[in-house]
């Protein structure tokens, strides 16, 4: 069973897992998944893509990012067949931009530098080195970065 | 990899974040001399090298070369194409990250870490503390031509006046630079204790006040050199560098104190029990902590500094760190004509983060008004980020107000690890929920104890082995009835929860995040503490 005590203005509860066994009956507003000022994931409510989302990296903001919008846009867009088979061009130069930056977009070396049009993947360069860790650490224990880091 | 995230459309924000903080395998070695501007390694430039390299015009104008700064610029540059971003900096350094420098850095058993700044992140993969490698801008005198645009960084140079009518700023060097849209991000100075300030040459030299790379790099090679180092300040930059230092203290044979007038380290932010805790915990690392000390008088003596103490006590010590906090750096408020808060400094902003038309500040020196918490001032890592974002955002055309919030964190060591987001301010009344030791967990109550099981078992075996190794010896059983191992705490203001810690739980920042939004009166915490399923890992 639970416990609790108060020690002047903190009030501190013990509970076992059985204890907090039943589901929470604590409510929660629903989001509303058009609020305006909400941060987006990759794609906007209208469909457009939202080239700030902290997933992107520094893809979109670095000396390559004009063709990686160019050819990412092209590829979301594509109506063919095969996704993205329209956009071959558009791929070719971003890897040339890409390969003029070996310390921001390193080449692995199974990486399918020409762009399949045919697979469901884009085909990129590795991410850029740029992140900006915390600014996402929501899924990343963020405390286990000192202690795992040594 | 950018590929599966990219093509997931439908993929939650969270996930996709996972993926970005891994980089990429080598961290780039980055040397003041790739540095492709004429910025010399370490000193400012010199006003003959002068106006040469300063662009006469800046569509975007960053002022200050920190993490809200850096975050605008890629906002900016992400929102509009061929954007032109110019940073100017007071540094000698590209824009880097801050936590690692009372973390990460520290506990790298790379003997080069101090040098290029890398460090290892939890999941194995290097990175450097560098934003981005000298690559990846554009120098400042190519800013105008560049075809796609790009960010540039003007290092050593300070802007001293704005000119707010004709939207133009002046350099320390007398270079003048007009803009379009201008973002203040001036961050802070460290504050010094008013005794140490007065207390002479002697005493100044032996005191570090830490903020930058090069204090950094400065009190790393004083901590192989001294004997004894006093920490003041018993907040989150004292206490992270007292553990970063309590740890090396044995093998440097180095002592390590530190004091605060606080009953407990974090006594400001955490309630009085988990204050008291995270002080045991501290002490583990292997420093010699003194609450209840206001320093009184500094002096050299002897080749040493003796601290006196208003009670009375006497500490003698070689080196001195004053983590005191912040003062936010608002020297333009003046010439610009700009707002400057009285209650807790900085700059004063809207909800939207806008001072004046075309001017936005973030960061450290932003106070903003907050919807959700009201007016603040937030000096925390990620606020940097999310605030110099958002500046970028409305800086092209987005008019949204401060919404996402923010988050920060603290190590102390492997046993203490924290999360926390909102309005955490120990003055306020808190409801703790605790995950209660049942008897089977009993034959862990000694490492549990000392927060080390815990820790165990939600990493790999290796990283377990390894952490064993790295604690002291096992330490004695703790005197309190009650382990504080893994829990959440709610903040309350007039009965709504304005902000939550996650004590030793992770991966639950989301829906911490939710019900500070939602901002509601919950009847019984409890209730809401089930929402984050502490007794899993």
């Excluded at chain 2, 070369?65 to 509009?80: E, Y």
């Excluded at chain 2, 009166?521 to 502490?534: G, M, P, R, T, Y």
């Amino acid at each position: 069973m639970s416990y609790c005590k108060q020690e002047g203005k903190d009030r501190i509860i013990f509970v076992t897992k059985e204890d907090h066994e039943a589901p929470s009956n604590a409510e929660l507003i629903e989001d509303d998944p058009n609020d305006p000022y909400e941060d987006h994931g990759l794609i906007l409510p209208n469909g457009d893509i939202n080239w700030n989302c902290p997933c992107l990296g520094g893809m979109a903001s670095g000396p390559c990012g004009q063709q990686f919008k160019d050819a990412f846009s092209c590829f979301h867009y594509s109506k063919e067949e095969v996704k993205g088979s329209d956009c071959v061009e558009n791929f070719r130069s971003m890897q040339e931009c890409m390969q003029k930056y070996p310390e921001l977009y390193p080449q692995e070396d199974d990486n399918d530098s020409a762009p399949s049009g045919g697979a469901d993947n884009a085909p990129t360069a590795s991410t850029s080195t740029d992140s900006l860790p915390t600014s996402s650490p929501d899924s990343t224990p963020a405390a286990t970065e000192n202690p795992a880091a040594s | 990899l950018v590929t599966e995230s990219v093509v997931e459309a439908s993929v939650p924000e969270s996930i996709i974040e996972v993926s970005v903080t891994e980089p990429v395998a080598e961290a780039p070695a980055v040397t003041q001399t790739a540095v492709s501007e004429p910025a010399p390694a370490a000193e400012p430039v010199e006003s003959t090298a002068a106006h040469s390299d300063v662009p006469e015009h800046a569509p975007y104008l960053l002022i200050g070369g920190g993490t809200a700064s850096f975050a605008a610029a890629r906002s900016i540059r992400a929102r509009d194409p061929g954007a032109r971003v110019l940073i100017v900096t007071e540094e000698s350094e590209l824009p880097y990250m801050r936590p690692p420098l009372s973390k990460e850095l520290w506990f790298s058993d790379d003997p080069k870490a101090t040098e290029t700044l890398s460090f290892k992140q939890w999941n194995g993969k290097e990175r450097s503390i560098y934003f981005q490698p000298p690559s990846f801008y554009v120098s400042p005198t190519d800013l105008a031509k560049v075809e796609n645009g790009g960010v540039a960084v003007l290092t050593g140079r300070k802007v001293v006046h704005m000119d707010v009518r004709e939207n133009k700023v002046k350099l320390s060097d007398g270079a003048e630079i007009s803009y379009e849209k201008c973002l203040i991000a001036t961050g802070g100075v460290p504050r010094n204790l008013q005794v140490i300030d007065r207390a002479g040459e002697e005493v100044m030299k032996r005191t570090t006040l830490f903020r930058k790379i090069e204090d950094f790099r400065s009190l790393e090679k004083i901590s192989r050199e001294v004997k004894s180092i006093t920490i003041i300040g018993g907040g989150f930059l004292g206490s992270e560098l007292a553990c970063a230092l309590g740890r090396r203290s044995t093998d440097l044979g180095l002592e390590v104190i530190q004091m605060f007038p606080e009953k407990g380290n974090m006594g400001k932010v955490l309630p009085e029990y988990l204050s008291n805790w995270t002080t045991e915990k501290v002490r583990k690392e292997g420093v010699n902590i003194i609450m209840d000390a206001v320093v009184k008088n500094v002096s050299y003596k002897n080749d040493k500094l003796e601290i006196k103490l208003k009670d009375g006590r006497l500490i003698e010590t070689d080196h001195v760190v004053a983590a005191v906090g912040l003062e936010p750096s608002v020297e333009l408020a003046k010439s610009a004509g700009l707002e400057v808060d009285s209650d807790f400094g900085g700059y004063r902003v809207n909800a939207e983060l806008q001072a004046r038309s075309n001017i936005w500040v973030a960061g450290d020196a932003a106070c903003f008004y907050d919807i959700k918490l009201g007016r603040r001032r937030v000096e925390h890592h990620d606020h940097a980020v999310v605030s110099g974002r958002l500046a970028g955002e409305n800086m092209t055309g987005a008019s949204k107000p401060y919404w996402h919030q923010s988050m920060f964190w603290s190590d102390l060591g492997p046993d203490v690890g924290y999360e926390a987001i909102g309005i955490v301010d120990s003055s306020l009344p808190t409801v703790g929920v605790f995950a209660k030791a049942t008897a089977k967990d009993t034959p862990k109550a000694a490492t549990e104890q000392s927060g080390t099981g815990i820790r165990s078992e939600s990493e790999t075996e290796a990283v377990a082995v390894t952490l064993k190794a790295e604690t002291t010896a096992p330490p004695p059983p703790v005197q309190q009835k009650e382990d504080y191992g893994k829990g959440v705490v709610f903040y309350l203001r007039d009965n709504v929860v304005v902000g939550i810690v996650l004590w030793n739980v992770f991966n639950r920042m989301p829906i911490a995040r939710k019900i500070i939004k939602d901002g509601e009166q919950h009847a019984d915490l409890n209730e809401v503490a089930k929402l984050f399923n502490i007794h899993e890992d």
